[in-house]
């Protein structure tokens, strides 16, 4: 008996010990807190270091080859799907020595891809896991329909023509996806015929703030994140600027 009571800690001799736990488990939650901004931090260097690359590549190839190095797409691929680069033409022609592992083509999860291909031909990043999860509710939402006369999974009206997908009456219930741009989660909307898109008007909106100009008369406020980031707002609608914040127009 006498050795049980030995073993069991007095309150004056669990102190030290409990104060000892408490600084693990504080180590181990300052740790866990600081993960997921150092991975986004690397993620950010490698997209950075990969599209200096490709912008380099691209930039030498225009000017030796008088065309641009991209995979043909139909009139009807959006902007911001459009001209994906041929990084395998590139290689083979030495002008990378090797796909960066941040391309789909070498497992990554983006696709290189020029915009301003006329005037000012500028390399960006579509991020794919954004692409696969607008797709993945987009089928949710046809199914939906098929399931209910033609009615939509909707939400509440968030713009004129548009409302937000209601996730908890589809098969998407439990999907969710960061922004590339704020890691902030987005919601989905759809408009009156029930294609669904991502809504950017909180990375909009923290775009035009931290650009610090107004906004112009008819301006498409997408081309904010284009100066902002990398990445291109896939799966998007235009937004114009009204009432002192991005309202998504008429899909174009």
């Known amino acids: ?9 007095t309150a004056e001799s669990a102190k030290p010990l409990f104060a000892a736990l408490v600084l693990v488990l504080f180590s181990l939650l300052m ?11 690397e993620n950010k260097v490698s997209y950075r270091e990969s599209v200096k690359r490709i912008q380099s590549a691209v930039d030498d190839y225009f000017k030796e080859q008088g065309v641009l190095p ?6 009807e691929v959006p902007r911001y799907e459009k001209y994906r680069v041929d990084l395998e033409l590139l290689k083979n022609r030495g002008y990378i020595d090797q796909i960066p592992a941040t391309a789909f083509e070498k497992g990554g999860t983006g696709y290189f891809l020029i915009i301003n291909e006329e005037s000012d ?12 999860a607008v797709n993945d509710v987009q089928r949710a939402v046809n199914l939906y329909k ?12 968030l713009y004129p023509g548009y409302k937000a997908v209601d996730l908890s009456k589809t098969d998407a219930k439990s999907l969710k996806l960061m922004s590339v741009f704020s890691g902030q989660e987005m919601t989905f909307i759809m408009d009156e015929a029930g294609k669904v898109y ?3 008007a909180f990375d909009i909106m923290q775009a035009v ?36 914040q ?5 899909a174009t």
């Open 1 to 9: 008996m006498n050795r049980i009571n030995r073993m069991i800690p």
């Open 31 to 41: 740790t866990g807190c600081l993960y997921p901004d150092e991975g986004a931090g």
């Open 70 to 75: 991209i995979i043909t797409a139909g009139p």
């Open 121 to 132: 031909p500028t390399v960006k990043v579509m991020d794919l896991t954004t692409v696969q």
């Open 146 to 157: 098929m399931g209910n006369d033609g009615a939509l999974p909707a939400g509440e009206t």
């Open 198 to 200: 991502a809504d950017y």
């Open 209 to 244: 703030q931290k650009d610090g100009s107004e906004p112009k008369e008819g301006e498409d406020l997408r081309i904010f994140l284009e100066k902002e980031s990398y990445f291109v707002p896939v799966k998007s609608v235009p937004y114009a600027w009204m009432n002192q």
């Open 246 to 250: 991005p309202v998504a127009q008429p």
